[in-house]
């Protein structure tokens, strides 16, 4: 007999190693181990949501008929790591060897590999494009830009195409997809399930390993089995996505999801099949409940940007987490850690992320994300925060969206230029700068918002490496526009404002 590996982001019953094995020998192992819970600081919810979901699971495959060796993080013979449970498991059923699907981490990758155990590894098809599909499609680019790749995705899967031409006419919507926050939301947000006794059994566990971490593990809401994961999306085709696509990029004081979908999540470990979702989205669009701007910027979500990220991952290898292009150094601010601050739209990122493990792509990548960038923030302290915070990281999909989307770390292979903004984007896209001790109307003085100030000292010291990038002229030749006084206010004024960041002072 075997043992079958499935990790607590693997919880798909097509997953190739189940495919692979025989239930009727083979045994399936599952372990809640402290090296998975703690490599970062991850949020409570997160772990509660996994543990419970794998407990789920677990008790799917059973009644299945498998057999499951499921080590819990309080059994007093738990080893605390993944290979540690497989080598202990192997000697309890003097197993042959183990068979598992390639984890999404390249750190887990290596450990199982270095296992002083017989395993094979197969690869995870749950996804549209493999290595060698996203590897041949590479292959020869100059420049390795996602909606090239998403029209690929969408020929490969017929997804909102009309014979071999997009739907409409048009690859992409997303020009559609700008507006500013609305004055009201009408959709009540993520559908919300009370937690059963599995649920709660967990929370307290949770509750009593993790309770420093940060992050508020109650109220808890989150689905935590496929059929869960399956009514919420249901709910969320019904009332969010008509109006998806127009805010999709909007933030709001009072709203923390608007339209969004909040499906990240239960994609990312296996409860719903991204296809299952994309066609889900398609069928609404054709059947007339919801425009075309909102489901294809949607399945370009999943389709798109969800593959194109782990196509960069495992092209680039295991050191991508660490590129550091721009030499960025300065520590992670407390604020992300919930510390006060005077800015209010980070204090609404980082609060909601404290409460919900979530925030949705805007936040994360035009305020915390772009914060971070201007302020010069070590990318390995930025990766790790967003890996330890949100429910739906990964290394796989969140080193991507981090070292390369929102800090400019891996020198410009996902992105053209720097994702930055002065204040200005964010008070266009949301109702936070009303609510700001900083104006954003001012670009200098005690008053200025930080993201004017920083805009321009971010551009002062990179002008070497992207006054030459086409995309970027503009800003450049404003800057030089500028007097030489002028200049030296604004350098000076954002200097002394980091030094306060750097001294712990309430910026």
């Given at each position: 007999?075997?043992l079958?590996?499935?990790?607590?982001?693997?919880?798909?019953?097509?997953?190739?190693?189940?495919r692979?094995?025989?239930?009727?020998?083979d045994?399936?192992v599952?372990?809640?181990?402290?090296d998975?819970?703690?490599?970062v600081?991850?949020?409570?919810?997160?772990?509660a949501?996994?543990?419970a979901a794998?407990?789920?699971?677990?008790?799917h495959l059973?009644?299945?008929?498998?057999q499951?060796a499921?080590?819990r993080?309080d059994?007093?013979?738990?080893?605390g790591?993944?290979t540690?449970?497989l080598?202990?498991?192997?000697?309890?059923h003097?197993?042959?060897?183990v068979?598992y699907?390639?984890?999404?981490?390249?750190?887990l990758?290596?450990?199982?590999?270095?296992?002083?155990l017989?395993?094979?590894?197969?690869?995870?098809d749950?996804?549209?494009a493999?290595?060698a599909d996203?590897d041949?499609?590479?292959?020869?680019?100059?420049?390795?830009?996602?909606?090239y790749?998403?029209?690929?995705?969408?020929r490969k899967t017929?997804?909102?195409?009309?014979g071999?031409?997009p739907e409409?006419?048009k690859?992409?919507?997303?020009?559609?997809?700008?507006?500013?926050?609305?004055?009201?939301?009408d959709y009540?947000?993520p559908?919300?399930?009370t937690?059963?006794?599995t649920v709660?059994?967990?929370l307290?566990?949770v509750?009593?390993?993790?309770?420093?971490n940060?992050?508020?593990?109650r109220?808890?809401w989150?689905?935590?089995?496929t059929g869960?994961?399956?009514?919420?999306?249901?709910?969320?085709?019904?009332?969010?996505?008509?109006?998806?696509?127009?805010y999709?990029?909007?933030?709001?004081?009072?709203h923390?999801?608007?339209y969004?979908?909040?499906?990240?999540?239960?994609?990312?470990?296996g409860?719903?099949?991204?296809?299952?979702v994309?066609?889900?989205a398609e069928?609404?669009?054709?059947a007339?409940?919801?425009?075309?701007?909102?489901?294809?910027g949607?399945?370009?979500?999943?389709?798109?940007?969800r593959?194109?990220?782990?196509?960069?991952?495992?092209?680039?290898?295991?050191?991508y987490v660490?590129?550091n292009?721009l030499?960025?150094?300065?520590?992670?601010?407390?604020?992300?850690w919930?510390?006060?601050?005077k800015?209010?739209?980070?204090?609404k990122?980082?609060?909601?992320?404290k409460?919900?493990?979530y925030a949705?792509h805007?936040?994360?990548?035009?305020?915390?994300?772009?914060f971070?960038?201007?302020?010069?923030?070590?990318p390995v302290?930025?990766?790790?925060?967003?890996l330890a915070?949100?429910a739906?990281?990964?290394?796989?999909?969140?080193?991507?969206n981090?070292?390369g989307?929102?800090?400019f770390?891996d020198?410009?292979?996902?992105?053209?230029k720097?994702?930055?903004?002065?204040?200005?984007?964010?008070?266009?896209m949301s109702?936070y700068?009303?609510?700001?001790?900083?104006?954003?109307?001012?670009?200098?003085?005690?008053d200025?918002?930080?993201f004017?100030?920083?805009?321009?000292h971010?551009?002062?010291?990179?002008r070497?490496?992207?006054?030459?990038?086409?995309r970027?002229?503009?800003?450049?030749?404003v800057?030089?526009?500028?007097?030489?006084?002028r200049k030296?206010?604004?350098?000076?004024?954002?200097?002394?404002?980091?030094?306060h960041l750097?001294i712990?002072?309430?910026?």
């Amino acid at each position: 007999m075997r043992l079958v590996l499935v990790l607590g982001d693997q919880l798909s019953p097509n997953l190739s190693a189940l495919r692979k094995c025989d239930k009727a020998s083979d045994v399936v192992v599952m372990a809640e181990v402290g090296d998975e819970a703690s490599y970062v600081p991850h949020h409570p919810k997160k772990i509660a949501f996994l543990f419970a979901a794998m407990r789920k699971f677990a008790d799917h495959l059973r009644r299945d008929g498998w057999q499951v060796a499921y080590t819990r993080l309080d059994d007093p013979e738990n080893t605390g790591s993944i290979t540690g449970e497989l080598i202990r498991r192997a000697s309890e059923h003097k197993a042959a060897g183990v068979v598992y699907t390639e984890p999404g981490e390249w750190r887990l990758i290596a450990a199982l590999g270095d296992m002083p155990l017989k395993s094979h590894s197969l690869p995870d098809d749950r996804f549209i494009a493999s290595h060698a599909d996203f590897d041949a499609w590479a292959e020869g680019r100059k420049q390795l830009r996602m909606e090239y790749f998403y029209r690929d995705m969408r020929r490969k899967t017929g997804l909102l195409m009309d014979g071999d031409q997009p739907e409409g006419g048009k690859w992409n919507y997303d020009h559609d997809n700008r507006k500013p926050a609305p004055d009201s939301v009408d959709y009540a947000g993520p559908m919300q399930f009370t937690p059963d006794e599995t649920v709660e059994e967990v929370l307290d566990l949770v509750a009593r390993r993790f309770g420093n971490n940060f992050g508020d593990l109650r109220p808890f809401w989150f689905a935590i089995d496929t059929g869960q994961a399956r009514q919420h999306l249901a709910h969320w085709i019904k009332g969010g996505l008509p109006k998806f696509g127009d805010y999709q990029d909007a933030m709001l004081n009072d709203h923390k999801f608007l339209y969004h979908g909040i499906v990240g999540l239960y994609l990312n470990a296996g409860l719903l099949d991204p296809l299952e979702v994309c066609q889900a989205a398609e069928a609404a669009y054709r059947a007339g409940h919801a425009p075309l701007n909102a489901v294809e910027g949607f399945i370009r979500q999943i389709i798109g940007w969800r593959e194109y990220v782990r196509g960069i991952y495992f092209r680039e290898g295991p050191d991508y987490v660490s590129r550091n292009a721009l030499g960025h150094s300065r520590k992670l601010p407390a604020m992300y850690w919930g510390a006060p601050t005077k800015m209010n739209c980070i204090a609404k990122a980082v609060d909601q992320t404290k409460t919900e493990a979530y925030a949705h792509h805007i936040q994360r990548l035009m305020v915390t994300g772009n914060f971070a960038l201007l302020a010069g923030i070590d990318p390995v302290e930025v990766h790790e925060w967003y890996l330890a915070v949100y429910a739906d990281a990964y290394e796989w999909v969140e080193a991507p969206n981090v070292i390369g989307m929102s800090l400019f770390a891996d020198d410009g292979i996902i992105a053209s230029k720097p994702y930055i903004s002065s204040g200005n984007y964010i008070h266009k896209m949301s109702d936070y700068c009303g609510t700001c001790a900083y104006r954003v109307q001012d670009k200098t003085g005690a008053d200025a918002c930080p993201f004017n100030l920083l805009y321009w000292h971010f551009l002062n010291r990179h002008r070497d490496r992207f006054a030459s990038n086409p995309r970027m002229g503009n800003m450049y030749s404003v800057w030089d526009k500028m007097d030489a006084e002028r200049k030296a206010l604004i350098l000076g004024q954002a200097d002394k404002w980091l030094e306060h960041l750097e001294i712990g002072k309430n910026v």
